[in-house]
């Protein structure tokens, strides 16, 4: 548990910080649009350090910090023995050993720790400031895929679902993962318009940083965005050549000095079927709750596991089959998250029929990421936890399908309304 004092210390700098953030929003958007986009921030915040502050008070006590705090003590102690190093005492630190990846993260906190001192409410803040972030860039997306009025639908349903919230609360790195993946949808989305330097640094800077955190997911974020560039753009073949040679060039560059060939030979040994079976294994072994076990060694038997998988990822844990405090908790969101499904139909269909062109990154990331995470995932709660990387894009199309819908119950009234005549008939 944080002291009185560093809590101070967490609260001031988040503030200070958050502060900026919200006289930015009101400068950029000036009216009611940056009126309510503030006030999704603010909320957004609010409830993420309430969490914060809950979850740092119980923290030690072992059977919450068993259910509750997670990864959270391993990214505590691995930046804080980082920062004791960067101080110069000797200190072995062995959860950077032969890390493939999610490096990053410690990084992170070793900074903080470094900066501030031992301050666990700090991270904490920082991650849940992360997330809201994420919030604002959710909503540019959807605002410039459709309009304001799905941007504000697709902020709150990022602000408020509890599947998106927890992770921001304590000392997790999803927060950091889901910010550089939308980040890079939106400086692709950017450059499908216009070729811009800062959003090609965004893209470049957002997809490394990604790699240090997630490592696959950064292949995925590179295979959907540089894969479907060209034909995302509403320039003429020659300007969109020119764009994409000009943005692949600047990536591999990057990724050329970033990436060591050790590094690269390490990831490449876990892409592989093999691979696979091994942490789908693992996870049911360790889990609780176990996903029908499947052999995912071979493409045939990947391709078999791929429709329970999808099941599960998309829609568990099912409220007929709740096991645990964890799982009890989450029901009122599932029933919401089924509720919605009819929405997020609408809105798929409305994005292939009117704006395919411009989502199309963000379509095939969605849909591929989905896709592997249906096969390897191997329990129940860590395929409600990774799908977080993709539901935030499900956000996007859900709150396109509320709008479309709402717009037709309108119209309809109108035609009702105007085929009424003005006087009734004797």
């Known amino acids: 548990m944080t002291s009185f004092f560093d809590a101070v210390i967490a609260l001031v700098v988040a503030g200070t910080i958050n502060a900026f953030i919200v006289r930015a929003i009101r400068r950029r958007l000036p009216g ?79 900074a903080l720790y470094y900066l501030f001192g031992h301050n666990q409410l700090l991270v904490q803040f920082m991650n849940g400031t992360i997330g809201a972030l994420t919030v604002l860039v959710i909503y540019a997306i959807g605002k410039h895929l459709f309009d304001v009025e799905v941007a504000q639908w697709a902020a709150r349903f990022m602000a ?48 490394l940083a990604l790699m240090t955190l997630r490592f696959y997911v950064f292949y995925f974020v590179a295979f959907a965005t540089l894969g479907t560039f060209v034909l995302s753009q509403r320039r003429g073949m020659l300007a969109s050549v020119a764009s994409y ?40 072994t360790w889990g609780h709750s176990a996903i029908e076990a499947a052999d995912v060694s071979t ?64 379509l095939v990331f969605a849909a591929s990421l989905t896709v592997a995470y249906a096969v390897f995932q191997g329990n129940v709660g860590t395929a409600y936890r990774q799908r977080t990387q993709v539901t935030m894009f499900y956000f996007i199309f859900m709150a396109a399908g509320l709008v479309q819908r709402r717009r037709q119950r309108a119209q309809a009234q109108v035609r009702a309304q105007a085929a009424e005549p003005a006087f009734p008939l004797p």
């Open 32 to 110: 009611p649009e940056g009126a309510v986009l503030s006030n999704i921030y603010m909320t957004t915040l609010a409830l993420r350090m309430a969490l914060a502050l809950f979850l740092n008070a119980y923290s030690g006590q072992t059977t919450f910090a068993d259910m509750f705090w997670g990864d959270s003590s391993t990214y505590d102690y691995g930046g804080w023995v980082m920062s004791m190093r960067w101080g110069g005492d000797v200190m072995l630190n062995r959860y950077m050993e032969g890390r493939v990846s999610g490096w990053g993260f410690f990084y992170f906190v070793g």
């Open 299 to 362: 493409p045939q038997g990947a391709l078999s596991a791929l429709p329970t998988g999808l099941v599960y990822l998309l829609f568990a844990p099912f409220p007929w089959a709740l096991r645990g405090i964890r799982q009890m908790l989450t029901l009122p969101e599932t029933l919401v998250w089924y509720a919605l499904w009819p929405a997020m139909v609408r809105g798929l269909m409305q994005t292939f029929r009117h704006r395919l062109r411009p989502a199309l990154p963000i």
């Open 160 to 207: 408020f679902f509890p599947q998106v919230v927890f992770w921001s609360g304590a000392i997790y790195k999803d927060p950091a993962v889901m910010f550089c993946i939308a980040a890079c949808m939106y400086a692709v989305l950017k450059l499908s318009v216009k070729l811009s330097p800062r959003y090609v640094v965004l893209f470049v800077a957002a997809a």
């Open 245 to 284: 040679v000009t943005v692949l060039g600047v990536f591999v560059g990057a990724f050329a000095f970033a990436a060591s060939r050790e590094t690269l030979e390490e990831q490449k040994s876990y892409l592989s079927f093999e691979r696979l079976q091994i942490t789908r294994t693992d996870q049911a």
